[in-house]
């Protein structure tokens, strides 16, 4: 029996690829050496964090142990130098600052401290050092009055304008008084308007240097108009005299070269106005009569 060969080509087998429900998801699972180490990192953390509280309870701890520490405390008043003073005592300054022994300076804070000694009147600046490891240096720059303002009532005022205290019993009072003001006009941050606390400043420096009989010292009123200028009043002189808005030294040495001739006329006595406010010459009003130059 005879076989025919076959025409038809094997062929390979087709490797039927795998279908899934579209229910079912197709998870690949991991090694178990890719698997987080969910409790060792939990354990660390946990040990992280009582060990930086055990470190924040030491350190804190260890600051309190500073604080109450002696060796930087202050053992007497003695050891507080205070600068400065010229009206206020040192027990007001300290009792202010609250400052005294077993002050520790570790626990000192300076700026409080400064700022509750420049809230008094008399204190422009306080300033507070600390000299380790058992001592402290204050600083205070008092201020300085440079006239009386009458404003309702009398008000010290400094070189800046600044109404800073009502003149109370006890307190000195030995200085001119600028009226003519109103209240309002010190009551900006800054004072009285710079220009005219200027031109104030400037003549009460030349009367300083001003021999008498016309000085800083017989001046009782500096009278201020916004619009004419300044005029003097004197004690032992009945006459205000007119000076105007500038030129005070000028118009100063012509008074104090007139001032011989009005004497020795009996001018004085009778004066009621002495007007400086003009170029090279003076002009008189007495009383009851008209000007003379």
Same mark, same amino acid.
């Given at each position: ?63 309190? #142990?500073?604080?109450?520490? $002696? ?17 206020? #005592?040192? @027990? ?51 201020? @300085? ?16 304008? #600044? ?27 800054? $004072? ?24 800083? @010292? ?21 006459? $205000? ?11 100063? #040495? ?40």
């Amino acid at each position: 029996m005879t076989w025919k060969s076959s025409k038809l080509k094997p062929q390979r087998p087709v490797k039927k690829e795998m279908r899934f429900s579209p229910s079912r998801k197709n998870y690949r699972r991991r090694p178990k050496t890719e698997r987080p180490r969910f409790w060792r990192w939990a354990a660390f953390f946990t040990l992280g964090c009582l060990g930086l509280a055990g470190l924040g309870l030491g350190l804190a701890l260890l600051y309190y #142990q500073v604080l109450t520490c $002696g060796a930087f405390c202050i053992k007497d008043t003695k050891n507080i130098e205070i600068t400065g003073l010229k009206r206020l #005592q040192p @027990e007001l300054i300290l009792q202010l600052a609250k400052l005294g022994p077993d002050i520790n300076l570790l626990a000192l804070k300076p700026h409080p401290v400064e700022h509750a000694l420049e809230t008094h009147p008399w204190i422009a600046r306080a300033t507070l050092t600390r000299k380790w490891p058992q001592s402290l240096h204050l600083h205070i720059q008092e201020r @300085e009055p440079v006239a009386l303002v009458q404003a309702g009532e009398l008000y010290y005022v400094d070189h800046r304008g #600044q109404l800073f205290k009502p003149l109370s019993p006890g307190d000195p009072h030995d200085f001119p008084i600028i009226t003519g003001l109103p209240r309002e006009f010190f009551s900006s941050a800054e $004072g009285a308007l710079p220009e005219t606390m200027e031109r104030i400043s400037t003549l009460m420096d030349l009367l300083k240097k001003t021999p008498a009989p016309l000085n800083l @010292e017989s001046v009782s009123e500096i009278h201020v108009d916004l619009e004419r200028g300044i005029t003097l009043f004197a004690n032992g002189l009945g006459a $205000g005299v007119d000076l105007g808005r500038d030129r005070y030294q000028e118009k100063l #040495q012509r008074l104090a070269q007139a001032w011989p001739v009005l004497t020795q006329k009996g001018y004085l006595p009778k004066a009621a106005r002495i007007n400086l406010d003009y170029p090279q010459k003076l002009l008189l009003t007495l009383k009851g009569t008209e000007e003379i130059e």
